[in-house]
């Protein structure tokens, strides 16, 4: 190369576009119709403001089911053939403390796998979310820490934007809180990459009760 000349430009990987696509908030999910309990934490006055947003989130991120999530995605990634991808739903079913998170979980896998067999035929069971996630990016043959990532960086980005529906925060305000929680979204590539089922936790405990507190919730906005 001679001096001066800048290195050819790598070309785009066209996967990084189907997973865009997936994780978009217009892939037809529903994930705009579910606050993971937050709707609940607000009603408490446990989160009331952008600091507080982005605590609650945070510890969702690197303690609590997010966290989780990118578990499940690697574990999903890794199983063999459909047995074996059936019992990491199974475990994932029963891993979820409440009975909204798991419909949250449910409902969106459900449709995240019709829309994904419809357009690239593959195929893609009905599982939970982070599972379904897994098997979709084995069968692309997608790097699981970059859906791990990507995916963790979209629930974010989702429950920042009921909080704007559910208390007062302005979008400059919404924006910094979602672009400081990047880093933890980028750790959790690793736990998708090499996935411990042993070492999940979760020390996310309000989070879990909030999910339980609104499933009686008067006068709600959202599904969980």
Not at 109 to 135: K, N, Y
Not at 194 to 199: G, I, K, Y
């Amino acid at each position: 190369m001679r001096r001066g000349t800048a290195p050819a430009p790598m070309p785009t990987d066209p996967r990084l576009l189907t997973l865009a696509q997936w994780l978009s908030p217009a892939y037809p999910t529903g994930a705009f119709a579910w606050s993971h309990g937050l709707e609940a934490a607000i009603a408490a006055g446990w989160v009331r403001d952008a600091g507080g947003l982005g605590d609650w989130l945070a510890d969702l991120l690197a303690e609590g089911s997010g966290r989780a999530e990118a578990v499940w995605i690697g574990l999903g990634f890794r199983a063999a053939d459909g047995r074996a991808l059936r019992a990491v739903d199974a475990r994932a079913r029963a891993w979820a403390p409440a009975a909204e998170r798991l419909r949250e979980a449910d409902r969106q896998g459900a449709a995240f796998a019709a829309v994904t067999r419809a357009v690239w035929g593959i195929d893609l069971p009905d599982c939970l979310l982070p599972v379904a996630l897994g098997r979709a990016a084995r069968l692309m043959a997608m790097d699981p820490g970059d859906v791990a990532a990507l995916h963790l960086q979209g629930f974010a980005a989702n429950l920042v934007a009921a909080a704007q529906r559910l208390m007062p925060l302005g979008q400059t305000a919404a924006q910094a809180v979602l672009a400081r929680l990047a880093p933890l979204c980028l750790a959790a590539a690793d736990l998708a990459r090499a996935p411990d089922e042993a070492a999940l936790f979760s020390n996310a405990f309000l989070s879990d009760v909030a999910a339980m507190r609104h499933e009686t919730l008067q006068a709600r906005l959202f599904q969980s």
